[in-house]
């Protein structure tokens, strides 16, 4: 898990990540990714983990070869969420299944600009053999679309592999136009192994969802509201045309600058 001063981030629990393996001498990698919303002042992150085993009985896990842990500050006007998990949901059904708190709504006003979505949650199967898998769609006014494959999604994970990642984490970024868009998660389950039908899996109770406008021009950014209407963006009456180009990767590069010229680099 991440700690934040710490505190841990998974506020249920369950971890921000599980590896499972079911031999010895498997190598497995641990991915978390998640958009964070502290309150101002220092914050100092760091990790820690635990191995647990069926019986009990002792094990090690050696943890080898590269790690990296990286912090990204934002501006808080370029970022939906993060909304989090409404407690468990579960999956007893071969279909597409909305995890409930994992949805937001990003509002993006020129055609130039890109959703970055970040989504994480935790899972538990109710049995030993399990198929389980994860998708986002995003619905407008114009419809709803599964952004992943019709019955594969984009993420899976199942009980036959000797060694898996069990914890869905997803970073990817979508091109969606002018507009108003929701992005959920949906999961569903599905039978395998020996199993008749498929064995019920809960999603949650930890987990979030966060959208970050990507292209954005500064002018945008502190122009945002949650329910404003979605518009072609052009500069503004009294701004120069530089500043309403100022993309967010910009104001990230002078705010790095402006903190490591006074020495505040968090």
Known sequence: SILRNGDPLDRESYGLQSVRATQSGLKR???????????????LYTTKGIVTTESEEPRICHIDGERQLALIRLPAAAVS???????STLLDEDRWT??????????????????????????????????????????????????GQDRQGMWSVASAAVS??????????????????????HARTRRCGSAREANPIEVGPDGQISAVRLGASSASLRSSTPDTDAVEEGPPTGESKSATTTTLLDAMAAELDLASTNNTLH
């Open 29 to 43: 990698t641990a991915v978390i990714a998640m958009i964070d919303d502290p309150h101002p002042g220092p914050m």
């Open 81 to 87: 969420g993060p909304h989090r998990c409404e407690g």
């Open 98 to 147: 909305a995890i409930s708190g994992l949805q937001v709504t990003a509002t993006l006003r020129s055609s130039s600009e890109k959703v970055l979505l970040v989504y994480n949650t935790n899972l538990n199967p109710a049995e030993l053999e399990y198929e389980v898998y994860f998708t986002v769609f995003r619905s407008s006014q114009s419809g709803s679309q599964n952004l």
């Open 164 to 185: 898996s990642t069990e914890y869905p984490v997803a970073m990817f970024t979508d091109s969606p136009g002018v507009g108003t868009f929701t992005y959920a998660v």
